[in-house]
């Protein structure tokens, strides 16, 4: 007899158990601090949901994943092995070690185990019979991104007519890692949880999970926040704290008093990038609300994407390092700008974008440019040290405002031998 689904999921996850046995969902993205039960929830939920589909006479398997292969065993393999134990029903599986598998007696189904460490290993996987219907990304936030969870999912996600992915991951302290950030991240079947052990019955963690914690909570309230609460605290190293993404609306954007226009020319694998931008000056708002970003594009073609956004006609300033370039864009029919460099000009330029009340993206519009705004943090050297200078990479899109915002940065009184950009 099975116990109750109570004594096996923490009341934090009764909401998603009901939802995805009524198919709700395909992405369930569960994030949470140290004893939230995350990793348990999805360890009940893949063997009960075969089972159910069995007895509807559906043939379904499972597939659990971490970074490294070398995680399996004492990650995903023994929790659901506890979780198989503790639903009752270990005389209906056979487990496996060499290769790791737990199989479901009665009908053949199974679970299988694979480190996203060896990706062949992944695209020549194949069901024993039926499809995989179970995915489970464990640790998330140690896979490279979401490109790399992209090909994982296109080649285990087929020959089926329903499938549920799990990611489950205890979140990174910085707020711009890729499971963070709303930009990357996210797919319009997907759910999203956070939890953490306050909701789990106390007796499930015991007295010394609860005194550690506290103890933690008292003596150092960041670390407790991160490791116990799962908040993304930050590393310190964020350099635009005002950032904030949500949709532009086309009535937005033709309010806005003042519209910017800025270029960084792409070199070789680098990426021509073009910005449209609305500037509030009474606000202190800058709005980013259309780009190009394409690598390897020739000058003419740049020009060509450029007409099509609107852009002819307009007043763009753009990186002087190529005047050849900017002699040939006005032959073709831009108007446009180097402009004014001087010392430091990287530095003044993003603490004039730092110093702004907001800076607001729109993702869909601007996916790169909300990326790069969203992420961009100060390197660290050998030691582990902040590095005072602001690194020069990834910032394409952050350039391209800053040259398309000069005029506005003399306007606020930094003045030509000021402004430095």
């Not at 060499?98 to 479901?104: A, E």
């Not at 896979?143 to 020959?159: A, D, N, T, Y």
């Not at 309010?255 to 449209?276: E, K, S």
């Not at 450029?306 to 370039?325: L, N």
């Amino acid at each position: 007899m099975m116990p109750k689904l109570s004594d096996v999921i923490a009341p934090s996850f009764y909401g998603l158990h009901n939802d995805i046995k009524a198919s709700g969902h395909t992405f369930y993205k569960l994030a949470g601090g140290r004893g939230s039960c995350k990793s348990t929830f999805v360890g009940v939920e893949i063997p009960l949901g075969m089972m159910r589909d069995a007895q509807s006479g559906e043939f379904t398997n499972a597939l659990a994943l971490r970074h490294g292969a070398v995680d399996l065993k004492d990650s995903v393999y023994t929790q659901l092995l506890w979780a198989i134990d503790k639903l009752g029903v270990s005389r209906l599986w056979r487990a496996n070690t060499s290769p790791m598998r737990l199989t479901y007696i009665p009908t053949g189904q199974q679970i299988l185990f694979r480190g996203a460490d060896d990706p062949l290993k992944i695209k020549s996987i194949k069901a024993p019979k039926g499809y995989f219907k179970y995915l489970w990304f464990e640790e998330l936030s140690e896979f490279e991104g979401p490109e790399k969870i992209r090909s994982i999912q296109q080649s285990i996600l087929r020959g089926g007519p329903q499938f549920i992915v799990f990611y489950s991951y205890n979140p990174p302290r910085s707020q711009k890692a890729w499971v963070n950030d709303p930009t990357i991240f996210t797919m319009p079947d997907m759910i999203e949880s956070q939890t953490t052990y306050l909701t789990v019955p106390h007796e499930w963690l015991g007295d010394r999970f609860f005194l550690d914690a506290e103890h933690l909570k008292k003596t150092h309230p960041e670390m407790y926040e991160h490791e116990y609460m799962g908040v993304a605290t930050g590393t310190g190293g964020e350099v635009f704290q005002n950032v904030i993404i949500r949709k532009i609306t086309d009535s937005e954007i033709k309010q806005m008093p003042r519209h910017r226009y800025g270029i960084d020319w792409g070199y070789a694998t680098d990426p021509f990038v073009w910005l449209a931008m609305g500037y509030d000056r009474k606000h202190r708002t800058l709005y980013i609300y259309d780009e190009i970003y394409s690598a390897g594009v020739s000058n003419p073609a740049a020009v060509r994407k450029v007409k099509e956004h609107g852009g002819q006609g307009k007043d763009i300033i753009c990186d002087s390092a190529e005047p050849k370039s900017i002699a040939e864009c006005r032959a073709l029919g831009l108007r446009m700008r180097g402009a004014k460099k001087g010392p430091d000009s990287i530095d003044y330029g993003i603490h004039w974008l730092q110093g702004l009340d907001e800076i607001v993206i729109d993702d869909v519009r601007c996916p790169n440019a909300a990326r790069e705004f969203y992420s961009y943090e100060l390197d660290r050297d050998a030691k582990g040290n902040l590095k005072a200078e602001y690194p020069d990479h990834d910032n394409h899109c952050i350039d391209a405002a800053r040259y398309g915002c000069e005029d506005d940065m003399q306007a606020n009184g930094w003045g030509i031998t000021h402004i430095r950009i």
